[in-house]
């Protein structure tokens, strides 16, 4: 049987590897994946990835599975409770932003009907393909990352500079970055 190629990073803990290959750059559309995506990607900001994978269960579980609307009315209280929860990153201005994006998310929602047909208009609705060869080509912004970071800036979001941003488009496959000998690349292709 043949080995499946994937992108580098993915290396070869199953953690990283199941991500890689059943979640990263494909496409999701469904409004409470979208915000655990974006509130995660923030709480990865000077951390590594693979830090915020092994504490996603214990976020969904402290975050109320990332409903918005339950984010957004968290009060001190509860903010005092997530900084003790020694399962997920315990850093005051991340949580402090997760509440305010649920707030600036739910604005989306009433604006637009849903965060997805907003956050997925910036590409048309249809996923950009990169044509990467190597993952040292991959960038770490775009001048589309930097529009989409300004604009959610301008709504309320926080935690969502350009860098994160992209990987967030990256994450939720709103850009296909697998490199072009990635099996998931070829599927995503198809």
Known sequence: MCEKIRCSWAGD??????????????????????????ILEGMQAGLSWITVLKKRKAFREAFDCFDPVKVSLYDEEKIQELLANEGIIRNRL??????????AFLKVQEKYGSFDKFIWGYVNYT????????????????????????????IGFKFVGSTIVYAFMQATGMVNDHVTNCFVYQELDR
């Open 127 to 154: 996923p950009i393909r990169n044509h990467w060869k190597k993952m040292e080509d991959i960038p770490a912004t775009t001048p589309l990352s930097d529009k989409i970071s300004k604009d959610l800036k301008k």
């Open 94 to 103: 991340k949580v402090a932003a997760a509440v305010a994006n649920g707030k």
């Open 13 to 38: 803990l199953p953690i990283y590897v199941e991500y890689h290959d059943q979640e990263w750059g494909r496409p999701v559309h469904e409004d409470n994946k979208l915000f655990e995506m974006l």
